[in-house]
């Protein structure tokens, strides 16, 4: 009975939470500066066609009616038609998703692993060379300006070397090539995917090799530690069976919520990389004023980080009974 | 069970976390593609990196540079510029217009020509454009079509235009505006007119497979990596001399590349998998790409103006002497030589120089040849002249400049702190740059002004849409070849909120000229009272025209060959009709 009034108050809390970023966001937008049909508009434009024009694009009603049209079809789940590409706005959004998810769901995934991987053999060998290396390698990584190190990772792997391909997501001499088959295409996805998925890569390990390192020092500190040790079991097995699996906790919940966030992408790893995912497409909407595709794709984050907050609590009410009381 | 070097989660589990997989997986790709050769089809195709890809194929929406670059190779209008003079020429047209004054008519003779599917170019389809653009009032275009009474179509290669009155950008602007296939958008028009929203219905219309005119029709799309364009078999220019040019396309087609960066770019091009960067280098970029020997650097002007606007509206900026002074002590080389270096041109008047035809020489070049001290004692002149006084004055006794001090207006009042908006460095540093120049400048003489960078859009609302600013400094990089721009800036009627005349200028005497300037057929008396209206806004200064940037564009040379230059760039339908393989 608890985890069911837990699990309605935390529902009702995530349902208030998520109309309140609904009205910010619509307010956001209107009150930025900037004029989204300025540049569809040419200076010998007579003021009743400019009026046409803004009105067509439902711009002239009052703010309220907008609002409301605004909240209806959020829940119709109709987001309307961008401004720019002149396509449902949904649409727009599900082209850019699945290569924002491949890219970062990867990459987080690999940077979890090798990172609790890391994490574990630190810690394990706290104090000695290979822990202060391993610590300061994932500091450094973890701090590093992003697109530093992308631009770097494209200057050494992909113009000098010559390695991987500079930018993009595919070749053209592939994908034009008509004889070429499905497994060249999805080689050249992944030829592509290796050095954005690096820079990622270095980004994000360091986080959960730092978070893993820390959560394994405590738990070797707990008693059943010290049992597996008083009954002969051997290191590699105590490491790795009994203390492992119980320190990777935070780092799963920690990789919970990067994948929720991962949705948004990240502007600056898209930018560079060029890699057409949703996050270039949110910059590009805001700048634009483009708002009925920078509140769906602001709303459609929001709604993913809030569902995956959901889940977390969901698993830790579980996992942790004094949370639900 | 093994688990050494391993590490195992789960509440008792033997599930695998060492991520070995994921590394075997990573090093099988690497390898593959270090043994894969690289893989070409052997076509002769351009490729043309870009930064964005185009963000609508629908040719009414379609209002970015992006969309446009891709557009302008299928969609075609009936008269273009040619590229030495920049004169019209009869493009889907057959021959130059026929004027009948009288009836206040023009005739067009079309050319044989079919579209990339097949079907012949007829004149319903150029009435059918008229008429759809006017039905639909669709944005960007229909100010070429407005003054449009009536299009006859006697018969399927002539077309005549009745216009309700005489209107000059009829030949400039409204025979150059694209024209689009009947057959295809007829269904489009029809559907839009049933909805509520017909505009918003024909601008949200998805076109996959543009049908055009063009030398180039849309192959392929792959979103967010690539567009490719082929030759169009059905192009009417192919293997004829038009404007004394011999035109292909002799290029199997062409590849736009998208990059979201110019690094992304021009590293690509240093490594030869693209051809041309079509968007404006950095001058920074020059010096490393001319130690290719393979890439070429070519520069080109731009029909651009960029400028410091007043706030006319207000005091002490509505002094035609104070806007006189400021102008007097800018240094115009500075910025070409120092900000620019070395990549623009000075500018005297509202027209770029490389507009020869409408570009107004006779104007007062106020800072022209004036070192520092010279462009003080002339811009303290003018001052004092007009009734300014100083508590410290920049030229004192004995005729030396110093720093002025303590301005006061005419009426005795102190000069307020003033504030010259510019946009942020990350938008544009050479316009960031000029305005804190100009700030220097006007300090030496003792005017309080603070060059403020703001976000580009904040900055265009609040000279715009609130007018509530001193003075800012602005640009346009791609100006239209006519001159009626001019009247569109400065003419009272566009002094209110979101309008043109930014600066609130108001003079009558203008005003007549230049709406007698927009009615004026005769292209001679049309160049004389476009003059007029340049020399009257040089003389008033609204704006004081700064500079114009050079475009400078990194092309390959060992794969084609034959790019044309013409203002704007090498990126143009000439070059992609006259480039030919090595």
Excluded at chain 2, 286 to 296: A, E, F, G, P, T
Aim: include cysteine.
């Amino acid at each position: 009975m608890e985890i069911k009034r837990y699990l309605t108050r935390r529902i009702i809390q995530i349902l208030v939470s998520f109309f309140v970023i609904l009205t910010v966001l619509f307010l956001l937008f209107r009150l930025a500066p900037g004029d989204p049909v300025s540049r569809m508009i040419d200076p010998s434009m007579s003021p009743e066609d400019a009026e046409h024009l803004i009105a067509q694009l439902g711009l002239r009603e009052p703010i309220w009616r907008q609002y409301l049209v605004y909240v209806k079809n959020f829940f119709t789940g109709d987001f309307g038609y961008s401004f720019h590409y002149g396509r449902p706005v949904l649409k727009v959004i599900w082209e850019k998703l699945p290569n924002t998810l491949l890219l970062f769901t990867s990459s987080i995934i690999l940077s979890a692993l090798v990172g609790i991987f890391l994490g574990k053999i630190a810690a394990w060998n706290k104090g000695k060379p290979l822990d202060s290396w391993m610590t300061i390698g994932a500091l450094v990584t973890h701090t590093v300006f992003l697109p530093w190190l992308a631009l770097i990772l494209i200057w050494v792997f992909a113009y000098k070397l010559g390695w991987f391909p500079i930018t993009g997501i595919i070749s053209e001499e592939i994908w034009l090539d008509p004889d070429a088959g499905a497994l060249a295409k999805a080689l050249d996805v992944g030829h592509h995917m290796v050095l954005p998925m690096a820079t990622l890569f270095c980004i994000h390990f360091g986080s959960y090799l730092l978070i893993m390192r820390s959560s394994m020092l405590e738990t070797l500190k707990e008693d059943y530690i010290l049992t597996a040790r008083a009954k002969g079991l051997r290191e590699s097995v105590i490491r790795d069976r009994h203390a492992a699996p119980n320190a990777a906790l935070p780092v799963v919940t920690s990789v919970g919520l990067s994948l929720a966030f991962s949705i948004n992408g990240g502007a600056l790893t898209e930018t560079v990389f060029t890699w057409p995912g949703i996050g270039r497409e949110l910059v590009f909407a805001v700048s634009q004023n483009d708002y009925p595709l920078a509140q769906a794709s602001f709303l459609l984050i929001a709604l993913v980080v809030l569902a995956a907050n959901l889940v977390v609590d969901i698993l830790y009410a579980y996992l942790d009974p004094r949370i639900r009381y | 069970m093994k688990t050494g070097g391993r590490c195992v989660m789960g509440y008792g589990s033997s599930r695998s976390f060492s991520g070995c997989g994921f590394l075997r997986f990573a090093l099988i790709i690497l390898v593959v593609f270090l043994a894969l050769p690289a893989m070409s089809n052997g076509a002769p195709l351009l490729k043309v990196g870009v930064l964005e890809e185009p963000k609508s194929l629908n040719i009414w929406l379609a209002s970015d540079a992006w969309s446009s670059r891709v557009l302008s190779e299928i969609y075609q209008p009936l008269f273009t510029r040619e590229p030495s003079k920049l004169a019209l020429v009869p493009w889907l047209a057959e021959k130059d217009p026929v004027y009948d004054p009288a009836n206040l008519s023009y005739t067009i003779y079309l050319r044989e020509a079919k579209w990339s599917d097949g079907t012949p170019f007829t004149s319903s389809d150029v009435a059918f454009t008229a008429r759809l653009v006017k039905e639909f009032r669709v944005p960007r275009f229909l100010s070429n079509w407005s003054f449009v009474k009536e299009i006859a179509t006697p018969d399927p290669r002539t077309v005549i235009f009745y216009l309700e009155e005489p209107m000059a950008t009829f030949l400039t602007r409204t025979l150059t505006t694209p024209i689009v296939q009947e057959k295809q958008w007829k269904p489009i028009v029809e559907y839009a007119r049933k909805k509520e929203k017909s505009l918003a219905a024909l601008l949200n219309q998805k076109v996959d497979y543009p049908v055009g005119t063009g030398p180039f029709r849309l192959k392929e799309w792959r979103q967010g990596a690539y567009i490719f364009l082929e030759t169009n078999p059905n192009f009417f220019g192919t293997g004829k001399r038009i404007a004394g040019r011999d035109l292909g396309p002799f290029i199997g087609g062409i590849v736009f590349k998208n990059y979201g960066t110019s690094d992304a770019a021009i590293l690509d091009l240093k490594k030869g998998s693209i051809d041309i960067f079509w968007w404006g280098l950095q001058a920074g970029y020059v010096d490393d790409l001319q130690k290719d020997k393979n890439i070429r650097i070519i520069t080109n002007e731009k029909s651009g103006l960029y400028y410091m606007g007043f706030n006319l509206r207000k005091a002490p900026f509505n002094d035609k002497a104070l806007r006189k002074s400021v102008a007097t002590l800018i240094d115009k080389d500075f910025i070409v030589d120092r900000i620019l270096q070395g990549f623009g041109v000075k500018m005297d008047t509202v027209v770029p120089p490389a507009n020869r035809l409408w570009c107004c020489t006779e104007v007062e070049k106020y800072c022209e040849g004036l070192n520092k001290e010279q462009r003080i004692k002339k811009a303290f002149g003018i001052l004092s002249e007009a009734g300014y006084k100083w508590d410290e004055p920049p030229v004192d006794g004995s005729g030396k400049v110093v720093k002025g001090k303590g301005i006061r207006l005419p009426d005795g009042t102190p000069m307020a702190a003033f504030t010259i908006l510019t946009p942020p460095a990350d938008y544009d540093p050479q316009r960031a740059m000029v305005g804190t120049m100009v700030q220097e400048w006007l300090r030496e003489i003792g005017m309080p002004a603070s060059a403020k960078p703001m976000a580009f859009g904040s900055l265009t609302e609040q000279v715009k849409g609130r007018r509530d600013f001193d003075a800012f400094v602005l640009g346009y990089g791609k100006l239209s070849l006519d001159p009626d721009y001019v009247r569109n800036f400065f003419v009272s009627a566009n002094d209110k909120p979101q309008g043109w005349n930014m600066s609130g200028y108001n003079n009558k005497e203008f005003d007549r000229v230049a709406e007698q300037s927009v009615k004026e057929m005769d292209l001679e008396k049309r160049r004389e009272l476009v003059m007029q209206m340049q020399r009257m806004v040089v003389d008033d200064l609204p704006y004081i025209p700064l500079y114009n940037p050079m475009l400078l564009e990194a092309v390959r040379t060992d794969r084609f060959t034959g790019w044309v230059s013409m203002v704007e760039g090498v990126g143009n339908t000439w070059s992609f009709c006259e480039l030919k393989p090595r």
